[in-house]
Nanobody, 122 residues
């Protein structure tokens, strides 16, 4: 089994910063793409940022210039540095990772964390 555990969420004032972490553990042979998604109350889950195993990144337009995704492959961990946060960023942030558990073949399965709450409020 593979588990993803997020941390780093909390309450922050507008203009503040938070750094989210997500560590994958369990039966892991390799980790391919990792990413962050978020879901605000009454809204659908949306992509925030993704990163490939090689370090390439992709960002949603609404976070470009404010958020930075990074990863530590040795720790099977992905991070999301969030700066200049606004109330519109309030949501549950979910980690996602494509994990390969079998050393034979190249099949990766996508896993989700339970989410971490980010609240931006004065």
């Amino acid at each position: 089994q593979v588990q993803l555990v997020e941390s780093g969420g909390g309450l922050v004032q507008p203009g503040g910063s938070l750094r989210l972490s997500c560590a994958a553990s369990g039966n892991i042979f390799s980790v391919n793409d990792m990413g962050w998604y978020r879901q605000a109350p009454g809204k659908q889950r949306e992509l925030v940022a993704t990163t490939t195993s090689g370090g390439s990144t992709n960002y949603a337009d609404f976070v470009k210039g404010r958020f930075t995704i990074s990863r530590d492959n040795a720790k099977n961990t992905v991070y999301l540095q969030m700066n200049n946060l606004g109330p519109e960023d309030t949501a549950v942030y979910y980690c996602n990772a494509a994990v390969r558990s079998n050393p034979v073949g190249s099949v990766h399965f996508k896993y989700w964390g339970q989410g971490t709450q980010v609240t931006v409020s004065s």
